[in-house]
């Protein structure tokens, strides 16, 4: 409060006029400032009268007794005016607590509706970048909940884990099934788990005759489906009686199953029903949902292990599953399998050598989802990316329609709004675009998740699971806010930093401003590109990984090949001889047919997953147990198949048909093989055995190229064929259920109807499932890596037409505001040539630098495509190249237009304009 503006007493408080305003701060502050001067001044005329009208010697005491009676009087008065101010302002708040805030949000939405309906073209980029960003981003999110983060749909899924081993022997790189023994001693050792059960997926016949079909069963332990602790819809589960061997079979019908084959029959249980040449009776039907380990098994039968003579140790065939004990920590259990392990080192130095003995622990859920978890991590971050691309758009789009809206802004902060009070007006109007995109990105998303489930490979698993949801919907929501923020705050920012005054005087144009607003989004434009860039380049890398996986020489052909699956009757084919005559009779009948150039029969095709891997014996080698045979993959096939797959001979003959039983043993190996057991010789004359005493000696005979078995990604290993007719000699058996190929000079696919009438002749109760091309087969193979590939490609395209669209933008923005000055270069002389080159340089080097800062980004991020490249380094100098020469261009188109625009300029209209 000012001393005093009276101009009877300036500045002249003396003594007592110090005391009086010492009792006006007794007043609230708002009260002081409006009348704090006036009371003082009321004061000093006061004493002066008092002084005057007294001797001089009772001046002082008059003046003493005014100063004390006026100070008690004000200090009563402010004491009572802060006491009725603060009841007033707690009766306010109490009446009005929400309606401010309220009103005023109601207001700037109001506000920032109708300025959105005067800027409809606007309003329509930008809701539909952000629809386009958000939508994406909820599709991609909806995928990786549904597969990665969602629990399993069994009670407390999370205590479920997966079991695998290695011993070091017969089996593939890595952790594989368990066997038996090994099972048992998990199930019957390890307290930490309360429940171990087994399973085995398999391909039976079901029905007879004509009637005859193939289904998909799984095996498993009685205790499988309590350890799940899930119920059946009807009737009952496996006893423990029931798991033993030579007891008599039954089955639980999956959910599908009772539908598509039983119409839903509420009766069905204890029907019966023939599957794998059997009559077995339905003893129960699962829910609907439930699709144990993965959608597709129709049924469930008993996995009989014959607990006191189990198989082998070395034979790996047993996927396991745990539940952890109550209170057990899945570290208790590793330490307990450590102990197991360790113990049957030492106990069977047979099966388990010096490489020692090996148990993996881990969740059921990632041993479902292992495979995928990291393509889609690296989707949701490219689609993370895209989102920031178009959020960065709608703020440079805001910036430059901001620079329209200067004068009103500094308008309404002239006639007393806030930089708060502006900043979120300008913020409900980024939220209102937004919350419209976030609309429009749902219908996006919907769309976006039934095209992802469509396109995605098979391979992935819980498919069933994506869709919308409610934590889709709060990602969603949540990814609507962040982008209010993200591209509202700084135009927001910028518009609440500009200069009123100088705003004002020109008229909305202050130079300033201006330059500070291209700064900001030739920033912001950087940003885009360099965005662009990184999933340009992981889309690049990816694209390529794919197109080596199908060029690279796989070892066999896929053009023209038809393959599918048969399984006569056992009942009917019960002795080898038995079944080698009927696919002797089968294929020769086969080749005959008019179109194939060759058929085959083999027990498992390259690319569909798996082989048999056995232990066998170099001869002049000996081992002293199974633990020190090495062991190598073996195929059975007919002697056709080497022609109708297109495998190359090196080196000797392949089969005829003279290899039958009658004749001696033979074996074609690969080149893999030949280099493993023989470096340096020729292998050719050479002997091998299968580890068994009754095995005779097998005389290899050729040598062929080495086959990519398990997918174009991964290194051939060594493998070894034999004969159809002879595997039973030399092989332990001549299978049963094969796989036929047929090549054709043209599309095979016609083959199918006269194939189909040659089996129905051979035999009617023979079924025919799983017909698919070669190229079809490869595709599966390749499918996730296809898969991820494509969506890298939509995004990076995605982000960079966002990122030309910006550079396109900030350089059309630039030509505009700079009209008069092109126009006043020109009429001094400047060619069009010239100016159009130095706004062609403008564009170009912001893009520039997007792109050295997006190449050394998408370089740090390399290491993510480490695991998913094939056949080039995450480091390939073509795809960054590649990269570099198409945002150099795309750079160059954007930036073309507006600078021939400006190359183009009137000088005398742009003078008169200006």
Not at 176 to 194: G, K, M, N, T, V
Not at 552 to 559: A, C, I, S
């Amino acid at each position: 409060m000012a001393e005093t503006v009276n101009r009877d007493h300036p500045g002249q408080l003396g003594l007592s006029g110090v005391w009086i305003r010492f009792f006006i701060n007794f007043f609230p502050a708002e009260f002081r400032r409006n009348y704090g001067n006036d009371m003082l001044i009321a004061f000093l005329d006061r004493r002066d009268d008092a002084i005057a009208s007294h001797s001089k010697s009772l001046g002082l005491c008059a003046v003493v007794v005014t100063t004390m009676r006026t100070g008690w009087q004000y200090a009563r008065a402010g004491i009572a005016e802060r006491r009725l101010g603060a009841r007033r302002n707690r009766e306010f708040r109490r009446r009005h607590r929400n309606e401010p805030m309220l009103a005023a949000v109601i207001s700037d939405l109001k506000y920032a509706l109708r300025g959105h309906l005067r800027r409809p073209g606007l309003v329509a980029i930008a809701v539909i970048t952000l629809a386009l960003g958000i939508g994406a981003s909820t599709a991609i999110f909806s995928a990786v909940n549904g597969v990665l983060l969602r629990p399993l749909a069994y009670p407390n899924s999370q205590e479920l884990i997966s079991i695998q081993v290695s011993s070091g022997i017969c089996c593939s790189e890595g952790f594989y099934e368990l066997s038996e023994p090994e099972y048992l001693d998990l199930a019957a050792q390890i307290s930490s788990f309360s429940e171990v059960a087994g399973y085995s997926g398999t391909e039976v016949t079901m029905g007879d005759s004509l009637s005859a079909r193939r289904i998909q069963v799984m095996r498993t332990t009685a205790n499988l489906f309590p350890l799940l602790r899930v119920n059946p819809l009807l009737g009952r589960t496996f006893s423990s009686e029931e798991d033993l061997p030579d007891v008599p079979r039954v089955v639980l019908l999956g959910y599908g199953m009772w539908q598509a084959e039983f119409g839903g029959d509420p009766n069905v249980v204890g029907r019966s029903v023939v599957i794998a040449d059997r009559p077995v009776t339905i003893i129960g039907v699962m829910p609907a949902g439930f699709e144990f380990p993965a959608p597709g098994v129709d049924a469930y039968i008993q996995l009989q292990i014959d607990r006191e003579n189990p198989w082998a140790r070395n034979n790996h065939y047993l996927p396991t599953i745990a539940r952890l004990a109550p209170g057990a920590t899945i570290e208790q259990a590793r330490s307990e399998v450590n102990v197991l392990a360790a113990r049957s080192t030492e106990d069977y130095p047979e099966y388990y050598p010096n490489t020692g003995y090996q148990i993996q622990l881990r969740s059921f859920q990632d041993s479902i989802v292992g495979l995928v978890k990291t393509p889609l991590y690296i989707l949701l971050a490219a689609v993370g990316f895209v989102l920031l691309t178009a959020c960065v758009n709608v703020a440079n789009l805001l910036l430059a329609h901001g620079e329209a809206r200067k004068r009103e802004i500094a308008i309404r902060a002239a006639i007393g709004a806030s930089g708060g009070r502006v900043t979120r007006q300008l913020l409900t109007e980024s939220f209102l675009l937004a919350a419209l995109g976030g609309v429009a990105g749902l219908g996006v998303a919907v769309i976006g998740v039934d095209a992802l489930v469509a396109m995605a490979p098979s391979a992935v698993p819980r498919l069933d699971e994506i869709g919308i949801d409610g934590t889709v919907l709060g990602f969603s929501l949540l990814a609507a806010i962040a982008t209010g923020l993200l591209f509202g705050v700084i135009p927001a920012t910028h518009a609440t930093r500009q200069d009123v005054q100088e705003v004002l005087k020109e008229g909305g144009g202050a130079r300033g401003g201006v330059r500070s607003g291209h700064a900001l989004r030739r920033t912001l434009v950087t940003t885009q590109v360099m965005l662009a860039v990184v999933l340009v380049t992981g889309s690049g890398l990816m694209l390529r990984s794919v197109i080596n996986m199908y060029n690279v020489d796989k070892g066999f052909e896929t053009d023209n090949i038809l393959t599918f699956r048969i399984n006569p009757s056992s009942s009917r084919y019960d002795t080898e001889p038995k079944r080698v005559s009927f696919y002797t009779q089968l294929l020769e009948r086969m080749n005959a047919l008019p179109g194939v150039a060759a058929a085959a029969a083999v027990h498992s095709l390259p690319m569909t997953g798996w082989s048999n891997n056995w232990s066998i014996i170099i001869e002049g080698r000996p081992v002293a147990n199974i633990g020190e045979a090495p062991a190598d993959l073996v195929q059975r096939v007919t002697p056709e198949y080497f022609d109708a797959l297109g495998l190359t001979l090196v080196r000797g003959r392949l089969f005829t048909h003279q290899d039958d039983a009658a004749s001696p043993p033979v074996v074609v190996i690969s080149e893999a093989m030949a280099q493993k057991h023989w470096p340096g010789e020729d292998a050719i004359g050479k002997r091998m055995k299968v580890f068994r005493p009754s095995s005779p000696w097998i005389e290899v005979i050729g040598i062929v190229k080495d086959v990519r078995h398990q997918g174009p990604s991964q290194e051939p290993r060594p493998r070894w064929y034999v004969p159809h007719a002879q595997a039973y000699v030399s092989a332990y058996s001549s299978p049963l259920s094969t796989t036929i190929a047929v090549r054709s000079d043209s599309d095979p696919t016609p083959l199918m109807g006269p194939i189909r009438s040659l089996m129905t002749e051979l035999d009617a109760s023979v079924p025919i499932s799983n017909i698919r091309t070669m190229e079809q087969i490869l595709d599966g193979a390749v499918g996730r890596q296809r898969f991820v590939t494509t969506l890298l490609i939509v995004f990076g395209l995605l982000a960079l037409f966002l990122a030309v669209v910006g550079v396109y933008g900030v350089i059309s923005y630039t030509v505009s505001q700079r009209t008069h000055e092109i126009g006043l270069r020109m009429a001094l002389g400047a060619k069009g040539s010239n100016v159009l080159t130095q706004v062609m340089r403008e564009g170009l080097v912001l893009s520039l630098i997007g792109l050295g800062v997006g190449l050394a980004g998408s370089i740090a991020l390399s290491r993510a495509f480490e695991s998913m490249v094939f056949g080039i380094t995450p480091t390939d100098p073509v795809t960054y190249g590649s990269v570099v020469i198409v945002l150099i261009l795309a750079a160059a188109a954007a930036t073309l237009l507006p600078a021939r625009r400006a190359s183009r300029v009137d000088p005398m209209m742009a003078l008169r304009e200006e």
